[in-house]
């Protein structure tokens, strides 16, 4: 294929998924067409994929992707460089599983805290431990960043894409207007992040990328 690969992409303001996809294709130089959705009318997103979350992909061809890391793994796939999974094929099992475990455990306590807080008679023990369980990641994730720039290296890796949207609310405040619960429990229980220089300075430098 000649030219520039542009994507059309459905999104929802502040959406940390969405941000993974604007880093993403910005590092690879990809164009993206955005359409906005508004959260309390999904029906154009379930139109096109048959459900409801953001993002959603159409590719050049017509081909439909929900979900962000398959969005991500789309684009690896179609502008292989600049890369953002190793070629090696144990290092890359490695990153997946990585990307796997962000998804599917660190995600569990953020989640759960939130999901407790709108229960209206929230277990103020329960969250303590949630709140517990992302400190001690965040000291793990500051000890990942010893000697190098990226969690899995020196470069740019697709962990660095998936995990910033979220782990970034350690030190950044929710934009104004972003009444998104969500965001408002990673920034008050990701609070510990301030005290760890390697952390925040990944934060720093990954935020300072530019997105699509």
């Known amino acids: 294929m000649t030219g520039r690969t ?3 992409v459905q999104r929802i303001a502040f959406s940390t998924n969405v941000e993974r ?5 910005a590092h690879k130089g990809v164009g993206v067409d955005w359409v906005d959705i508004d959260p309390t009318d999904r029906a154009e997103v379930r139109a096109l994929s048959g459900q409801e979350l953001v993002p959603v992909m159409q590719a050049p061809d017509g081909e439909v992707i929900a979900d962000s890391t398959s969005i991500l793994a789309w684009l690896e796939r179609r502008v292989p460089e600049p890369a953002l999974w190793p070629v090696d094929a144990a290092a890359r099992a490695r990153v997946d599983i990585a990307v796997e475990w962000f998804n599917g455990v660190w995600k569990v306590a953020p989640n759960a805290i ?3 807080i709108a229960s209206g008679s929230p277990d ?13 990641w965040l000291r793990r994730f500051d000890a990942l960043l010893e000697g190098r720039d990226h969690l899995l290296g020196d470069t ?3 962990l660095d894409v998936c995990a910033f949207p979220f782990l970034k609310y ?3 405040v929710p934009e104004p207007g972003d009444d998104e619960g969500f965001h408002h429990v990673l920034h008050e229980h990701q609070r510990e992040t301030a005290g760890l220089p390697r952390l925040t300075a990944w934060i720093r430098r990954v935020d300072a990328l530019p997105r699509a």
């Open 21 to 25: 996809v604007a880093l993403a294709a």
């Open 114 to 116: 939130d999901e407790e």
């Open 124 to 136: 103020k023990s329960r969250i303590a431990a949630w709140s517990d369980e992302l400190t001690r």
């Open 156 to 158: 740019l890796g697709v």
């Open 170 to 172: 350690g030190v950044i």
């Open 6 to 8: 542009t994507i059309r």
